[in-house]
């Protein structure tokens, strides 16, 4: 069994990455062998990333926030609220923005399992990086 807690055991660790636009703590990564790695991520107020996990699957759920996710292949915009769950099936490329005076905080799930030490390519996705 695994148990972790998210202010004893990742903040402030490795596993608690930082960037101007998000930061993202690692809860289970490749390394802890389930199969996917989840993630509690902070998209900061008023940010805007242009993403693409080209060789990943993401689910991820809105816990706290307002922003929305645009589709780029048909430039559909969908709100994203605290209840919002998105799963981007078809590695879908798409803009992620969190609305000003309001950080959201993400729930997001990576198959296959990030290791936690990728970072995102210009094209805004992750290398496929085996632990």
Excluded at 13 to 33: H, I, N, P
Excluded at 65 to 88: D, Q, S, W
Excluded at 113 to 123: A, L, M
Aim: charged fraction near 30%; proline fraction near 2%.
């Amino acid at each position: 069994m695994i148990v972790k807690n998210l202010y004893d055991d990742v903040i402030g660790t490795e596993a608690d990455v930082d960037s101007k636009q998000w930061t993202s703590r690692r809860l289970l990564l490749a390394k802890d062998g389930m199969g996917f790695s989840l993630h509690d991520t902070l998209i900061k107020e008023g940010e805007e990333l242009h993403l693409w996990y080209k060789n990943h699957l993401e689910a991820v759920y809105c816990i706290e926030g307002e922003g929305e996710i645009e589709e780029k292949k048909n430039g559909k915009v969908h709100a994203i609220r605290e209840g919002t769950v998105y799963a981007l099936n078809e590695h879908d490329q798409h803009i992620l923005k969190a609305n000003k005076g309001s950080q959201m905080r993400m729930v997001c799930v990576f198959n296959p399992p990030v290791t936690g030490r990728e970072t995102h390519d210009k094209d805004g996705s992750y290398v496929l990086v085996e632990e």
